[in-house]
């Protein structure tokens, strides 16, 4: 019987990368949070969250950078939160708005950035 091939249907492909983010909703005051990416793309995170969200909430994600006085800033939006492996977390899937090019380059970078770190270990 033939094998059948996976066709990946993503326009970026993911990495499975461990990017630390700061993040709250998008027009709520006083509810900054903590995640860290389970895998990233130009595309979009998928974030490990303390708490499950509904599709559409916007939230504000900051990821510090090194040689950056302020952290990188990205807008994005909840495909999907649904319970993790960990009865506690959830797996929340986030696809980036608003994104430039300069923007995008920025992503790439940080990925890169962090992927190498992680092959350094």
């Given at each position: 019987?033939?094998?059948?091939?996976?066709?990946?249907?993503?326009?970026?492909?993911?990495?499975?990368?461990?990017?630390?983010?700061?993040?709250?909703?998008?027009?709520?005051?006083?509810?900054?949070?903590?995640?860290?990416?389970?895998n990233s793309s130009l595309a979009g995170f998928l974030l490990r969250t303390d708490t499950e969200y509904k599709r559409g909430v916007c939230l504000v994600l900051e990821i510090p950078w090194p040689s950056r006085l302020?952290?990188?800033?990205?807008?994005?939006?909840?495909?999907?939160?649904?319970?993790?492996?960990?009865?506690?977390?959830?797996?929340?899937?986030?696809?980036?708005?608003?994104?430039n090019d300069d923007t995008r380059r920025v992503v790439k970078k940080l990925i890169e950035h962090y992927l190498e770190g992680q092959r350094g270990r």
């Amino acid at each position: 019987m033939p094998e059948k091939l996976s066709v990946e249907r993503r326009k970026h492909p993911r990495s499975d990368v461990a990017i630390e983010v700061n993040y709250h909703v998008l027009g709520l005051i006083d509810n900054l949070s903590y995640a860290q990416t389970r895998n990233s793309s130009l595309a979009g995170f998928l974030l490990r969250t303390d708490t499950e969200y509904k599709r559409g909430v916007c939230l504000v994600l900051e990821i510090p950078w090194p040689s950056r006085l302020t952290p990188i800033r990205l807008l994005g939006r909840v495909v999907e939160s649904r319970l993790s492996n960990n009865p506690i977390t959830f797996d929340t899937r986030i696809e980036f708005l608003a994104m430039n090019d300069d923007t995008r380059r920025v992503v790439k970078k940080l990925i890169e950035h962090y992927l190498e770190g992680q092959r350094g270990r």
